[in-house]
């Protein structure tokens, strides 16, 4: 009896390992980690696949500019990327380098399923390659003077045999799969620009090279490797276990989401889903290609040399800041520009101001009213025949629902109605002023008011860990929560009257202390 699919399979793009990473890999990647954190926290099963892809001509020339065998080359920089996740706590399942066998074997068994089935023959291939996009071009598509739209910079025309994938013939299949609303294309101006390209006719596409001899080699003829593009797209279903686990696979596959850029969206759903037909594969449920991170009008890039690193960002702003201000100051799919002015203000009012003073203010009340216990509120649920708790009722519940916008990929919309309740609370500490209640002596008043505040903060630390990690579980173990932070499961997390009276808490460090004093002078293009 065939597995059935129980698991949410969630992909970034494999990352070209021609040089070391920077936030533009790093902008996809924390996205989709919140993303998995997301649907980890509302109970599913994930599997987050993330990787480096290492053949290619690009990666060739780039080992030989540091007189390196590729091999060493992909070997030096590929830890690189781990690195990165490591730095900025991403949470992946599986990290899949395309120079393993485990990837390697199955990209020759997959390919030699289509050329059996005649979809995969011997012709000449006459037209213009770009190296750095390891694509080639027609004409029509390029940029004036016989650039590459991507990079411009100079073409090459070239002339060799090559193996081609019988594209065209699937394009009836494909223009039926963009149909709808819920094509697995996403967003919709995405959807319409390929289907724009497949309707102009398509035509069948090399998948193999004479040229040099750095790619998986095709297993029927050892003059040819496989285009680097056919080679990397297949990491997607090797690494579900394809060809290796099928009950594995058909309890992964089809992949849930797809997350690219938009320079990507060629590959990805027109010549990706069309190798899917062809081996009689499901497609994927969505692929989702977002917009660029801007640096001075310009898409983060090593050959604009516009790559800043992620860590010159984690170094200054801390590792919470940096995975919440992107996806807080851009529209997830649009293109969005990064200053460090704005994630500065980001830092200051957000998170210093809005969460960590609040956090702050309430935890040294507790200390100081409270010997540091949580006091007991009397009745835990909000009274909303009360104007002040009934206000701060209503932005529990807009939080609440807000944070499902995630599932869409809403994050900005998503965090925006998180500070609701962040911003509900900080009035709430306004209108009740507990060091008022306190010297009146008003004490039930001011337990019910603390409480009110350490519940919600506790709630506010459930649904902020996807995106802050680290800052979630400091304030979690700041509130002395007895149960593990990764242990929660909405909605019944979110509940009001969870924090048990007489808990200890403690004051702690601020959970965003003031920034240094450092410019953006001080931090070169390069990131170094």
Request: glycine share 6%; proline share 5%; net charge negative.
């Amino acid at each position: 009896m065939a597995a059935a699919k129980d698991t949410f399979y969630l992909t970034t793009p494999i990352y070209y390992v021609n040089d070391v990473p920077h936030i533009g890999h790093a902008y996809t990647t924390v996205a989709a980690d919140v993303l998995a954190r997301w649907r980890r926290l509302c109970g599913d099963t994930v599997h987050f696949l993330t990787g480096t892809d290492e053949h290619g001509e690009n990666v060739a020339r780039a080992a030989a500019r540091r007189g390196m065998d590729p091999q060493d080359h992909v070997d030096d920089i590929s830890p690189r990327f781990r690195e990165m996740l490591s730095l900025l706590h991403v949470s992946n399942d599986d990290f899949i380098r395309t120079t393993e066998p485990r990837h390697t074997v199955r990209v020759q068994e997959f390919m030699r399923l289509l050329y059996d089935q005649d979809d995969i023959y011997l012709d000449v291939y006459r037209g213009w390659y770009c190296v750095s996009c390891e694509a080639y071009y027609t004409a029509d598509d390029l940029a004036e003077g016989n650039l590459c739209p991507i990079h411009r910079r100079a073409v090459e025309r070239r002339e060799q045999e090559n193996y081609f994938f019988r594209l065209s013939k699937y394009a009836p299949a494909l223009l039926a799969a963009y149909q709808g609303d819920d094509s697995f294309v996403q967003p919709a101006v995405r959807r319409n620009e390929v289907r724009t390209f497949v309707q102009a006719g398509l035509e069948d596409v090399s998948v193999s090279r004479t040229s040099f001899d750095w790619g998986v080699p095709v297993p029927w003829d050892d003059a040819h490797v496989f285009y680097v593009w056919f080679d990397a797209l297949l990491n997607y279903v090797t690494a579900a276990g394809y060809g290796a686990d099928d009950e594995v696979f058909e309890r992964r596959w089809p992949a849930d989401l797809q997350l690219i850029g938009k320079d990507l969206v060629r590959f990805h759903c027109v010549y990706w889903p069309a190798m899917l037909l062809a081996a009689g594969l499901p497609l994927p449920r969505q692929v989702f290609a977002h917009g660029f991170l801007l640096v001075g009008g310009e898409k983060m890039s090593k050959t604009n040399a516009t790559g800043i690193r992620p860590a010159e960002l984690v170094d200054h702003f801390g590792v919470d800041c940096y995975r919440y201000y992107f996806l807080r100051e851009i529209s997830f799919g649009l293109d969005g520009s990064f200053s460090w002015e704005s994630m500065e203000s980001r830092y200051t009012t957000d998170l210093a101001n809005d969460l960590g003073n609040l956090a702050n203010r309430v935890l040294n009340m507790i200390a100081s009213y409270c010997d540091g216990a949580v006091p007991d509120p009397g009745d835990r649920a909000l009274d909303e025949g009360d104007a002040v708790e009934a206000a701060l009722a209503t932005d529990l519940r807009t939080a609440v629902a807000g944070m499902a916008a995630i599932d869409r990929l809403e994050f900005k919309r998503a965090l925006e109605d998180l500070w609701v309740l962040v911003s509900g609370l900080n009035r709430y500490v306004e209108a009740r002023a507990p060091w008022r209640l306190r010297k009146q002596g008003q004490t039930e008043q001011l337990h019910r008011c603390l409480y009110v505040c350490l519940d919600l903060l506790r709630v506010v630390a459930v649904l902020v860990s996807p995106v802050m990690p680290d800052a979630a579980q400091r304030l979690w173990s700041q509130l002395g929560v007895g149960d593990p932070l990764d242990d929660q499961r909405l909605p019944a997390a979110a509940s009001q009257g969870l924090l048990a009276v007489g808990t200890a808490t403690t004051r702690g460090p601020l959970l965003f202390p003031k920034l240094e004093e450092v410019g953006p002078g001080d931090l070169r293009a390069d990131g170094s």
